[in-house]
């Protein structure tokens, strides 16, 4: 006995199409459009905002690894290390020097604002301590009170660490 013989498949029919069509009509691809379009817009402040913050934490981390270089340059060479910023401004940029020597150089840093010692030079002796006081590098957007602001404190022995600030007052330190 055979088995029973099965009709083949018609092809799928899209509706209003013809046998076979498949794929997204004109209407859904606008509507889907539309949508995505919708979501950008409201995500989009939000990127700007974690762009800015983004860049506040890239710049302190130039500087945190700048102030952790000189140091260990200075103990490694048995010699005086300076970090001089280009110019008055920090955001400038900064050099570090052994001497004459010009060990590293930091290009400006656009879109932050960056606050240092007002005397202008720092020095790392060859002891990794500071030879004056013990700055505050504050590193802040100036686009955006919303942006936290984040510092790099170096301690009595020469030690930086990075600290953010709290209370979301940059003028203070990160206190």
């Given at each position: ?5 099965i ?33 950008a ?7 700007t905002?974690?762009v ?13 690894g700048?102030?952790l270089?000189a ?28 001497g ?27 002891d ?14 100036p ?18 660490s ?14």
């Open positions: 006995m055979m088995p029973p013989r009709p083949p498949r018609k092809p799928a029919r899209a509706p209003g199409g013809e046998p076979g069509a498949r794929g997204f009509s004109i209407i859904e691809l606008m509507i889907t459009v539309s949508i995505a379009g919708i979501l817009a409201f995500a989009l402040p939000n990127m905002e974690f800015r913050d983004q860049r506040v934490k890239a710049a302190v981390q130039d500087v945190f700048t102030l270089y140091r260990s340059e200075a103990i490694k060479r048995a010699a005086d290390v300076n970090v001089d910023p280009v110019g008055t401004d920090w955001a400038s940029g900064w050099s570090v020097k052994a004459t020597e010009s060990l590293r150089v930091q290009e400006t840093i656009s879109a932050v604002t960056i606050s240092g010692p007002a005397s202008g030079a720092l020095t790392f002796r060859r990794g301590r500071l030879s004056a006081a013990v700055p505050i590098f504050v590193v802040s957007s686009a955006s009170s919303t942006v936290t602001a984040r510092c790099v404190r170096i301690d009595p022995s020469g030690r930086a990075v600290l953010t600030d709290t209370n979301h007052k940059a003028a203070d330190g990160c206190n």
